[in-house]
């Protein structure tokens, strides 16, 4: 029998919906993709902690590592300690560390599993940092710290930086001088304002082409130690331009929670394989992560068409997850966590579940049905019933 629920609507009227009933498509066994794709992953708060919540973390560990182990076993890689995980929005940096820990342990147990974690600055105290020496010295310590548990860095966009920079020449020094000392090639990220506006004029400039011509030249300047950059702009034109002309063997980590199913299939497009698509470092794999090692495999064997059949239903689910405030989708990426029961409860790190509407999320999850998302629909409607009811509807 059809499960139905009501739900509210953007105008504030309530309305049944009945849901498919359609489960995730299940990834093949044993298909390697011929895409790298990781899954910036969430944290899993711990709802019990006598913690002011909007002050101070505390995880649910056993929970937050189960998930990681879930998306190492459907073959996606974890972004680790990431803005997915409410870096800079909740999650400081002592406890950002002891995640990368515990997620390269847990990691050893898995073959193949890939790991990379963020490296920033979110430690320093803004108002303290002054100038650009104290930008390299707080990436320093947090690279120090990483690579010490064997960890490969993904450079993270600063907050400090974009305080303190002058002109493009402070980027080209603040990252020359990290990119020579890493141990092993690293992945920079260029996050966007509609993600953090304090990010706004990275790398120097307002002009996304300007700064796009100083992340190339810094990228040109150590080829041998960039790995790759993930942008997330939400623009899949400067996306694509800016792969053009990556060196060779440097990959475009897509970042584009609107665009991904087209970047990521390519256009073939360019001298070097990685012109011509892009591989991916998703905060929405973490919401997606059936569909996407599914779609994966199948582009792997060549089935485009397969590929573009799965992926396809969950851009709308994403672009809602992410609409602006863009910065708030992480409340999207746990509401569907627990949906799918993946967590026992819908509590974020900083009290961040609040950030969106019930009207916002009743939309969420008619989407995620819409997608074949919701892998099991009883207990996805018995958890939604739960806080419509906690919203006043009966």
């Avoid at 860095?153 to 907050?159: C, D, E, F, G, K």
């Avoid at 708030?328 to 990426?333: A, D, P, Q």
Wanted: with cysteine.
């Amino acid at each position: 029998m059809a499960l139905t629920i009501t739900l509210p609507r953007a105008d504030g009227q309530l309305a049944p919906y009945t849901l498919t009933g359609q489960t995730p498509v299940q990834p093949k066994k044993g298909v390697t993709f011929n895409r790298i794709a990781y899954s910036a992953a969430h944290v899993v708060a711990n709802p019990r902690a006598a913690i002011n919540p909007w002050l101070e973390a505390s995880l649910d560990w056993d929970a937050t590592i189960a998930y990681r182990q879930r998306l190492w076993s459907l073959g996606l890689g974890v972004a680790e300690a990431m803005d997915t995980a409410q870096r800079g929005m909740g999650l400081d940096w002592p406890t950002s560390l002891d995640l990368i820990r515990r997620s390269l342990d847990a990691a050893r147990d898995v073959p193949g599993a890939l790991v990379a974690s963020g490296c920033g600055t979110d430690h320093l105290a803004i108002d303290d940092v002054k100038s650009v020496d104290d930008v390299i010295r707080g990436y320093e310590e947090q690279m120090a710290a990483i690579e010490k548990l064997g960890g490969k860095l993904i450079v993270m966009a600063s907050r400090a930086l974009a305080r303190v920079a002058k002109s493009p020449a402070d980027y080209e020094r603040v990252y020359g001088r990290i990119l020579s000392q890493a141990k092993q090639p690293v992945i920079l990220h260029w996050l966007g304002e509609m993600f953090d506006p304090a990010l706004a004029g990275y790398w120097g400039s307002a002009s996304v082409d300007a700064a796009m011509d100083t992340a190339l030249g810094v990228i040109a300047a150590h080829p041998s130690k960039v790995d790759g950059i993930k942008i997330s702009l939400l623009d899949k034109d400067k996306e694509i331009a800016m792969r053009r002309r990556l060196p060779a063997g440097v990959r475009m980590y897509t970042g584009d929670d609107f665009n991904y199913a087209e970047l990521i299939a390519g256009d073939g497009f360019g001298q070097e394989p990685t012109h011509g698509r892009s591989d991916a470092l998703l905060g929405i794999f973490d919401a997606i992560a059936p569909a996407a090692s599914a779609a994966l495999g199948e582009l792997a064997q060549g089935n485009l068409e397969r590929f573009h059949a799965i992926l396809g239903p969950t851009v709308p689910l994403s672009r809602h997850i992410f609409q602006a405030p863009t910065r708030f989708y992480k409340t999207g990426v746990v509401f569907m966590a627990w949906l799918n029961g993946h967590q026992t409860h819908f509590t974020m790190v900083g009290g961040q579940q609040s950030t969106r509407s019930l009207v916002h999320l009743a939309e969420l999850f008619r989407l995620a049905d819409a997608a074949h998302l919701l892998e099991q629909p009883e207990l996805a409607v018995k958890r939604m019933k739960a806080l419509l009811a906690l919203h006043g509807v009966e």
